[in-house]
Protein backbone atom coordinates (compact mmCIF):
# COMPACT_ATOMS: atom_id res chain seq x y z
CA UNK A 1 0.00 0.00 0.00
CA UNK A 2 0.84 3.66 -0.79
CA UNK A 3 0.12 6.45 1.57
CA UNK A 4 -0.02 10.26 -0.23
CA UNK A 5 -0.20 13.56 1.76
CA UNK A 6 -0.26 16.84 -0.30
CA UNK A 7 -0.11 19.92 1.79
CA UNK A 8 0.88 23.81 0.70
CA UNK A 9 -2.68 24.68 -0.94
CA UNK A 10 -4.82 27.96 -0.22
CA UNK A 11 -6.09 31.32 -1.26
CA UNK A 12 -3.46 33.29 -3.19
CA UNK A 13 -3.82 36.57 -5.71
CA UNK A 14 -3.83 36.64 -8.80
CA UNK A 15 -0.01 36.52 -10.11
CA UNK A 16 1.15 34.74 -6.99
CA UNK A 17 2.95 31.94 -6.05
CA UNK A 18 2.67 28.49 -4.39
CA UNK A 19 4.27 25.69 -3.68
CA UNK A 20 2.62 21.99 -3.05
CA UNK A 21 3.95 19.15 -1.09
CA UNK A 22 3.18 15.29 -1.54
CA UNK A 23 5.04 12.58 0.96
CA UNK A 24 4.56 9.48 0.34
CA UNK A 25 4.97 6.84 2.52
CA UNK A 26 4.17 3.21 2.56
CA UNK A 27 5.38 0.85 0.19
CA UNK A 28 7.37 3.13 -1.96
CA UNK A 29 9.43 0.59 -3.90
CA UNK A 30 9.27 0.69 -7.45
CA UNK A 31 7.08 3.18 -7.62
CA UNK A 32 7.61 4.52 -11.26
CA UNK A 33 6.26 7.80 -11.75
CA UNK A 34 4.88 10.61 -9.65
CA UNK A 35 2.80 13.98 -10.51
CA UNK A 36 0.31 16.26 -10.11
CA UNK A 37 -3.39 16.24 -11.30
CA UNK A 38 -5.92 18.86 -10.76
CA UNK A 39 -9.65 19.58 -10.88
CA UNK A 40 -11.69 22.23 -10.91
CA UNK A 41 -15.59 22.77 -10.46
CA UNK A 42 -17.48 20.73 -13.35
CA UNK A 43 -14.82 19.80 -14.73
CA UNK A 44 -12.80 16.34 -15.64
CA UNK A 45 -9.58 16.05 -13.87
CA UNK A 46 -6.58 17.30 -16.03
CA UNK A 47 -3.06 15.94 -15.69
CA UNK A 48 -0.76 19.24 -14.68
CA UNK A 49 3.12 18.07 -14.54
CA UNK A 50 4.56 14.27 -14.19
CA UNK A 51 8.16 13.56 -13.38
CA UNK A 52 8.69 9.93 -14.46
CA UNK A 53 12.39 8.50 -13.50
CA UNK A 54 15.06 11.28 -15.46
CA UNK A 55 11.89 13.55 -17.70
CA UNK A 56 9.22 15.72 -16.67
CA UNK A 57 6.14 16.51 -18.56
CA UNK A 58 3.49 19.55 -18.19
CA UNK A 59 0.43 20.50 -19.67
CA UNK A 60 0.26 23.00 -22.40
CA UNK A 61 -1.67 25.47 -20.04
CA UNK A 62 1.03 25.52 -17.00
CA UNK A 63 4.05 25.43 -19.27
CA UNK A 64 7.14 28.01 -17.94
CA UNK A 65 4.77 28.54 -14.98
CA UNK A 66 4.74 25.12 -12.89
CA UNK A 67 8.25 23.40 -12.01
CA UNK A 68 7.73 19.87 -10.71
CA UNK A 69 10.93 18.65 -8.79
CA UNK A 70 11.38 14.93 -7.04
CA UNK A 71 13.16 14.56 -4.04
CA UNK A 72 13.62 10.50 -3.79
CA UNK A 73 15.41 10.50 -0.28
CA UNK A 74 12.85 12.24 1.48
CA UNK A 75 10.31 10.24 -0.75
CA UNK A 76 8.10 13.84 -2.22
CA UNK A 77 7.13 15.44 -5.15
CA UNK A 78 6.47 19.48 -5.03
CA UNK A 79 4.77 21.24 -7.11
CA UNK A 80 5.81 25.18 -8.09
CA UNK A 81 3.44 27.29 -9.15
CA UNK A 82 4.38 30.86 -10.07
CA UNK A 83 2.50 33.30 -11.76
CA UNK A 84 -0.94 31.94 -10.83
CA UNK A 85 -3.95 32.82 -13.03
CA UNK A 86 -7.30 32.50 -11.64
CA UNK A 87 -8.20 29.17 -14.28
CA UNK A 88 -5.69 27.46 -12.01
CA UNK A 89 -8.35 27.66 -8.88
CA UNK A 90 -8.67 23.76 -8.46
CA UNK A 91 -8.31 20.68 -5.82
CA UNK A 92 -4.80 19.67 -6.90
CA UNK A 93 -4.44 15.82 -6.40
CA UNK A 94 -0.80 14.17 -5.68
CA UNK A 95 -0.35 10.73 -7.51
CA UNK A 96 2.24 7.77 -7.84
CA UNK A 97 2.21 4.94 -9.85
CA UNK A 98 3.44 1.42 -9.09
CA UNK A 99 3.70 -0.90 -11.62
CA UNK A 100 -0.24 -1.03 -12.74
CA UNK A 101 -1.41 0.32 -9.90
CA UNK A 102 -2.03 4.23 -9.23
CA UNK A 103 -2.32 5.70 -5.52
CA UNK A 104 -3.80 9.40 -4.82
CA UNK A 105 -3.56 11.40 -2.35
CA UNK A 106 -6.41 13.23 -0.67
CA UNK A 107 -5.99 16.42 -2.62
CA UNK A 108 -5.11 19.98 -1.64
CA UNK A 109 -7.62 23.27 -2.56
CA UNK A 110 -5.44 26.02 -4.43
CA UNK A 111 -7.83 29.56 -5.22
CA UNK A 112 -6.81 32.20 -7.38
CA UNK A 113 -8.73 35.02 -6.62
CA UNK A 114 -8.44 38.93 -5.53
Known amino acids: QVRLVESGGGLVQPGGSLRLSCAVS????????MGWYRQAPGKERELVAT??????YYADSVKGRFTISRDNAKNSVYLQMNSLKPEDTAVYYC?????????WGQGTQVTVSS
Open 26 to 33: GSIFSINT
Open 95 to 103: YARKYSDTY
Open 51 to 56: IPSGST
